[in-house]
């Protein structure tokens, strides 16, 4: 069983930063894909970024490309999202997935492993 806890979810203002995390199990994380997904009210849940095991590859949306830092620490076997001139519309319920390959995808089915889901809330 393959468990994804996140933290780091809050209100912060427009324009501020916020740091998600999310542990896994040492196994899970050297071997796979680790991402994280958004979903707002009313709308789908919408892909973020991606790194792989490796940490050779890593895949942004477009959105958030610019604002948006993944990375992956080996040694706490957890995965961030930095968040960086946060817009109201980032206001989301973010996932943290994982897949056992090691290459990213944009979609969520080809993701087995979801966390529980934080929130994030950006005041205008």
């Known amino acids: 069983q393959v468990q994804l806890v996140e933290s780091g979810g809050g209100l912060v203002q427009a324009g501020g930063s916020l740091k998600l995390s999310c542990a896994t199990s040492?196994?899970?994380?050297?071997?796979?894909?680790m991402g994280w997904f958004r979903q707002a009210p009313g709308k789908e849940r919408e892909f973020v970024a991606a790194i792989t095991w490796t940490g050779d590859s890593i895949y942004y949306a477009d959105s958030v490309k610019g604002r948006f830092a993944i990375s992956r620490d080996d040694t706490k076997s957890s995965v961030y999202l930095q968040m960086n001139r946060l817009k109201p519309e980032d206001t989301a319920v973010y996932y943290c997935v994982a897949d056992p390959r090691n290459y990213g995808s944009r979609f969520p089915h080809e993701y087995d492993y979801w966390g529980q889901g934080t929130q994030v809330t950006v005041s205008s």
């Open positions: 040492e196994r899970t994380f050297r071997s796979y894909v």
